[in-house]
């Protein structure tokens, strides 16, 4: 009853969604932009703010409040003052692909030149594609359930595996998110990651890294215009600063949304002290490049740098960023939430293309001689 009660609340909402974006492309984009738009818009705001409350799994209200309250909201922001994805080439724009930009995170790619006739610099990567990194959420995940709900691990070991695993389920998430709507539409869409791994800075991680479509939509909402506002008051040379933490306050206010959809908790302003954290942590290297005369590239080797820039990510994580949604029991229940679904949809042992596991105990997702669907498990696993 309460999972197709739940089935029920998310067509409702994606409902919701399709009439408030129709009505933004039909009528409210036939307004002059700017006030007279922005004033139209805000039934949708409001809308799209409040879409989450009527869901109640971890999975369901974290990516509806990431892909309308935040991530819809944002590109409708700019769409009111004819700016951003949903304004590019809009006469020629079809509602279905309308829809698409501004439901999902994603970013149509833009062909980019390089002027210099440089060749431009290739980073290291990793052999990581999409599938490793799906097959390392599975194992995650599987590593979750034999713990018997984190009473076999060490606490610093459990919250670790939690660090990754916020990672990889974006990664996995974000990234078949990209790979169906660019086989649906035809065009090649911008990463949603740029293997935040390999950062050599905070800079680096969260401006040219780390879930770059939220990095976009922060850039051109709050960041430009708060920078262009303080180059009047202040040396041009110092207006990043306060852009930067502006940027980082909106994150973090955004996240305690997301949290408080989630865990349904008051939120104790842990997840924005950490965004500001890194906001002051940000600008300070900034200042720094700037005083030395550096150039925005300049970074320490990776050997050393990756391993600080990642290690400070992680440490300040488990110190602000994940205690909230222990308390709150959020990783309990997104664990149940795998089992509700595998006991719904059981697995039939008869099926070739299963793995045979008979060491596990692992139910509901096994039957008779243990044996795992991975393909179910990869469609059915999210937040």
Known sequence: MEETEELNALFMVWLKALISLCYAYFIVSKLPKGKIRLFSLLPIFSLFTFLPLSLSTPTTTGLTGFFFTWNANFKLLQFAFNFGPLCDDLPRKSLFTFILLAAFPIKIKQNQKNPSGKTPKIDQKLPLNLWAKSLIYCLLVIAAFFSDYNKNLHPNVLWGIYCCFIYVNLEVVLGFNKKLIESILGVELCPPFDEPYLSTSLQDFWGRRWNLMISDLL?????????????????????????????????????????????????????????????????????????????????????????????????????????????????????????????????????????????????????????????LLLQTLSL
């Open 219 to 375: 850039r051109h909402t709050i960041y430009l215009p708060v920078r262009a506002f303080w180059e009047i008051h202040l040396r041009k040379k110092w207006a990043p600063l306060p852009a930067v933490m502006a940027s980082f306050l909106v994150s973090g206010l955004m996240h305690e949304l997301l949290f408080y959809y989630i865990a349904r908790a008051s939120p104790t302003w842990e997840v924005t002290c950490f965004f500001l954290l890194h906001g002051v942590c940000v600008a300070v290297e900034i200042g720094l490049k700037r005083d030395l005369g550096l150039g925005r590239n300049w970074a320490l080797h990776w050997a050393l740098a990756g391993p600080l820039t990642v290690g400070f990510v992680m440490a300040t994580g488990l110190w602000l960023f994940l205690p909230q949604l222990v308390r709150s029991k959020v990783d309990e229940r997104s664990l149940e939430e795998v089992k509700a679904v595998g006991a719904r949809y059981p697995v039939v042992t008869s099926n070739p293309k299963f793995i045979d596991l008979d060491m596990c105990h692992f139910e509901p997702l096994y039957r008779v001689k243990h044996e795992l669907d991975i393909p």
